[in-house]
């Protein structure tokens, strides 16, 4: 077995088996990658509370001969704790993961991505206050274009219009309109 370190994000975790998580973490280096972390789940593991959703890590994984992924060590480099504490800014931060899980495939070099979306939560975390719908507007455009969906000129202009009237809510669904066309499929956040 193959062992290195990664710099990634959490995106989301499911339940495996009874005591084990599958992490899905958005790497730095590896892009989007499925780990699976053993026995997370136990009262007694010191890596669940390091494993939650949206918090940027530093993680030891091993390449099984399967070819499934396995965590050894977990240290957070940023739990983005102001983000967490405010119903809406987590709700558009979990908005955010959602469209990387969804637009990203497995294994995918997209560092410029990864830097985008720290960026993004550095400032969330540190701006709070500033978090709205157009801040969070920005940065899925700002995604769209860097995955080569550019925006149609008449989607950017609706939406720079709908904010210079302060019809800040219009100016969000024309965006999230946008987004959902190109990802063709329901985004289950946006339910929170």
């Known amino acids: 077995m193959h062992t290195r370190n990664i710099r990634a994000l959490v995106l989301k975790n499911i339940k495996y088996k009874d005591n084990d998580k599958i992490y899905t973490l958005f790497a730095r280096d590896e892009g989007k990658i ?9 009262i007694t593991s010191k890596r669940a509370g390091s494993l939650d959703s949206l918090n940027e890590v530093q993680a030891q994984i091993s390449d099984h001969i399967s070819g499934q992924y396995y965590l050894n060590e977990v240290k957070v480099i940023n739990s983005f704790r102001h983000i967490k504490s405010n119903y809406k800014i987590l709700a558009n931060a979990l908005y955010t993961a959602e469209l990387i899980n969804k637009l990203i495939l497995e294994d995918s070099n997209v560092k410029h991505i990864y830097d985008l979306m720290i960026a993004f939560y550095k400032r969330m975390d540190r701006e709070s206050y500033k978090a709205d719908g157009v801040f ?3 940065f899925e455009l700002k995604l769209m274009q860097l995955l080569g969906y550019e925006p149609p000129k008449n989607v950017v202009l609706a939406w720079k219009n709908s904010i210079k009237d302060k019809r800040f809510d219009k100016a ?3 965006v999230k309109r946008f987004v959902k066309d190109i990802i063709g ?3 289950k956040s946006l339910e929170l």
Do not use: Y
């Open 172 to 174: 969000d669904n024309i």
């Open 185 to 187: 499929e329901r985004i």
């Open 136 to 138: 969070t507007n920005k």
């Open 34 to 42: 499925s780990v699976i972390g053993k026995g997370v789940s136990k």
